[in-house]
């Protein structure tokens, strides 16, 4: 059965430190790892990661996939409160692409 | 487009009553799916499909049923409602990479 676990569960930090939200997976047939960020509503999606050891940017939000180890981390720098959410990873595997997502990381960034 | 619409976003069902809630992608997306989150947490897989015509279970299939006549639509049916589906449900479609989520269907069985 394809499994991920994404640690820690929760998080609270202040304005301007620095987050590192790990997953860890194991899936059949691995075809791509998913980073989405949820606030009250539906997911958005963030990274897609395919190969290891390319790091993936947008802003102050970058994630790494490690293929040997079956990790990836999502860092957050210099966090403001609009980074506040639940960080949910997924595993697509497999021929028909079942996405499989793990308990998110929830993220409270204080003033 | 309108990417993923789902319908209704709100229902509350009386124990032993069935519903469907609707899905629809416009996107010609093959994989859809449907996922249910509970309070504080993920998403648990229900059911998904790699086309029209094919289902598979996921995680949590008990309780329902879907079908896939078309690439587009992508129904979710509750038979017999029981107050463990109280939950929220979200439908999904990819392309086989990232996947687009639809707005959710808060359902509540009492």
């Known amino acids: 059965e394809d499994k991920v676990v994404q640690s820690p569960l929760s998080l609270v930090v202040h304005e301007g430190d620095t987050v590192t939200l790990n997953c860890s997976y194991e899936?059949?047939?691995?075809?791509?790892l998913l980073w989405y960020k949820q606030e009250k509503k539906a997911p958005t999606f963030l990274f897609m990661l395919t190969s290891s050891g390319i790091e993936k940017k947008s802003g102050r939000l970058s994630s790494i996939l490690d293929k040997k180890e079956l990790f990836s981390i999502l860092n957050i720098t210099a966090t403001q409160t609009g980074d506040s959410a639940v960080y949910l990873c997924a595993v697509g595997g497999g021929s028909n692409y079942k996405l499989t997502f793990g308990k998110g990381t929830l993220l409270t960034v204080n003033p | 487009n309108a990417g993923v619409t789902q319908t209704p976003k709100f229902r509350i069902l009386k124990i032993g009553q069935s519903m469907t809630l609707q899905c629809t992608q416009d996107?010609?997306?093959?994989?859809m799916y449907w996922y249910r989150q509970d309070p504080g947490m993920g998403l648990k897989l229900i059911y998904y499909?790699?086309?029209?015509?094919?289902?598979d279970k996921g995680e949590v299939p008990n309780g329902y049923n879907v079908s896939r006549s078309t690439t587009e639509d992508f129904p979710l049916r509750l038979e017999l409602a029981a107050p463990s589906q109280t939950s929220v449900y979200f439908c999904?479609?990819?392309?086989?990479?990232?996947?687009?989520f639809g707005p959710g269907t808060r359902l509540t069985v009492t």
């Open positions: 996107m010609n997306h093959n994989y």
């Open positions: 899936v059949t047939n691995f075809r791509s």
């Open positions: 499909s790699v086309g029209a015509g094919i289902t």
């Open positions: 999904a479609s990819s392309y086989g990479g990232e996947a687009n």
